[in-house]
């Protein structure tokens, strides 16, 4: 008797070795690192029957490329979908777990079920096909690629939409990073809704952990207690 062929697992599937009989999508995140707004992820299928030349890490171009190649991969790829997740599950989640779930929707939006997904990073959502981490994979992979370029354009548009709102801290410019401009905002004008209050900096203008400390030494305390990683601009 024939046995069946035995399925591959996860760690098979990571290995970058498998074939699957499908549709590939590509999938990134963007905006972990900011102080302020909604991370966005994207998912990309694309059709090897309509090339789209420049394919590369959204942080490798500048804005008007970026922009430029969003609008060709809206156009030609076989299926894609942009997802968010919001400030306040951010602050209930943590930035990670908000960031898989932005991912999640992003997958599940898409017109067609893709048999595989190729997730940047080395953490990816449950989602209901195979799954496969790149890491490095929005420099390497053109699917991951182009959902990085749709991700950071959306989010950087809807950064811009916060900036009419909220005008006073200069969203339309470091998009909610924590750039030194964003840093003297905050310091000015305090958080608004739309900032991270789970992120140091911001918890540090909210509550004060001492009676005795003035808001500008527990803000600084709030920046030291961040690290680098909060206050630099993400990778995405």
Not at 18 to 37: I, K, S, W, Y
Request: aromatic letters at 4%.
């Amino acid at each position: 008797m024939t046995a069946r062929p035995r399925r591959r697992t996860q760690a098979e599937l990571a290995l970058g070795a498998l074939h699957v009989e499908g549709p590939v999508c590509g999938v990134d995140e963007a905006g972990r690192g900011p102080l302020a707004g909604p991370v966005y992820a994207a998912a990309v299928v694309l059709d090897p029957s309509r090339p789209i030349r420049g394919l590369r890490d959204s942080k490798q171009l500048d804005a008007p490329r970026r922009e430029t190649l969003s609008l060709r991969i809206r156009e030609r790829a076989r299926a894609w979908a942009i997802a968010s997740a919001s400030v306040e599950e951010i602050d209930a989640l943590n930035i990670l777990q908000a960031s898989l779930l932005a991912m999640q929707r992003a997958v599940a939006a898409l017109s067609l079920v893709p048999a595989l997904a190729r997730v940047d990073g080395d953490r990816a959502p449950k989602l209901a096909c195979a799954v496969q981490t790149i890491i490095g994979g929005d420099a390497s992979d053109r699917a991951i690629s182009a959902a990085s370029i749709l991700a950071k354009v959306a989010r950087d548009e809807a950064m811009c939409l916060l900036h009419e709102r909220f005008p006073q801290y200069g969203f339309d410019r470091h998009k909610g990073y924590g750039t030194p401009e964003h840093l003297r905002m905050l310091q000015l004008n305090g958080p608004c809704v739309v900032h991270r209050r789970s992120f140091a900096p911001v918890r540090a203008l909210l509550v004060l952990s001492d009676d005795t400390m003035s808001p500008m030494e527990s803000f600084r305390a709030g920046l030291f207690a961040a690290g680098a990683d909060r206050l630099l601009p993400d990778d995405n």
